[in-house]
Every structure is written in C-alpha cells, then in structure tokens.
C-alpha cells in the first residue's frame, strides 16, 4: 500500500472534483429551466460548484501529500466513488442530495490540501455512505 500519494495522484483526483463540479453545473442549470428550484437554490448551487471547482484547482497546485495507510486506503476508494457520482448526479431528483455531494467534495478537498488525514478519512467515509444512501 502506498504511504505517499504522489502529486500525479492528487492531480487525477483534482480534474475528477473538477469534472463533477462539471455536471453539477449541468444539473443545475437543468433544474432551473424545469422550473424544479428557485433562484435562489440555482445561486447557492452555483457557489457550492465554484467552491469545489476552486478548492480542486488548490489541489492541483500541491505537490506531494504523505498520508498514513488507512487514510492512503480511504483516498484510493475515491476513484468509485467519484464515477458513481459522475454517472448519477445529473439524475438525482433529490436536490439536496445533490447539494451533500458538492459540499461533502469540497469539504473532502479542503482536507487533502490541509493535510488532515482525520479529516480526509472522515469525509471519505461520509461520501461513500451518500452514495451508498443513493442506490439502496
């Protein structure tokens, strides 16, 4: 098991938060010509996806991040659970959940580039029960 998540890595993981920040903006505008949120919740969502666009464009700038093994674990889980929500944000009719997801990414990305493996680990774990939420 790798000790030492490699900048290579941390940058995959940064273009994923990008790329669901990507759809989650897709999504968003979806619901705002259905008429299905209102001008506001489209604001706030717009915010919430700037966030993780930003917090992910943070990541890419890092270099290396060292890790102890359970958290190394915990972040290798991610690749899933990134193409689950990749391939379902755009369905959800749920917008709140929509809305778990973005932060808890963000929230997630804030704790790599703190280097808090506390951190990381506990909102790994708190995406993969949202997903988990999501197809059950």
């Known amino acids: 098991m790798k000790e030492r998540l490699d900048s290579e890595f941390i940058s995959h993981l940064a273009d994923e938060f990008l790329e669901i920040a990507k759809k989650f903006n897709d999504y968003r505008f979806e619901k705002i010509s259905q008429q299905k949120i209102s001008h506001e919740t489209f604001l706030e969502m717009g915010k919430k996806s700037t966030q993780l666009m930003k917090t992910a464009r943070e990541m890419k700038l890092l270099s290396t991040l060292i890790v102890g093994e359970e958290t190394a674990t915990a972040i290798l889980k991610l690749e899933h659970i990134n193409n689950e929500i990749k391939n379902s944000i755009t369905s959800l009719i749920d917008i709140q959940k929509a809305f778990d997801f973005i932060g808890a990414l963000g929230d997630l990305g804030l704790a790599i580039i ?8 506990d909102n790994i774990t708190f995406i993969s029960d949202l997903v988990k939420e999501k197809t059950s």
């Not at 703190?114 to 680990?121: G, L, R």
């Open 114 to 121: 703190d280097k808090n493996p506390a951190a990381i680990s």
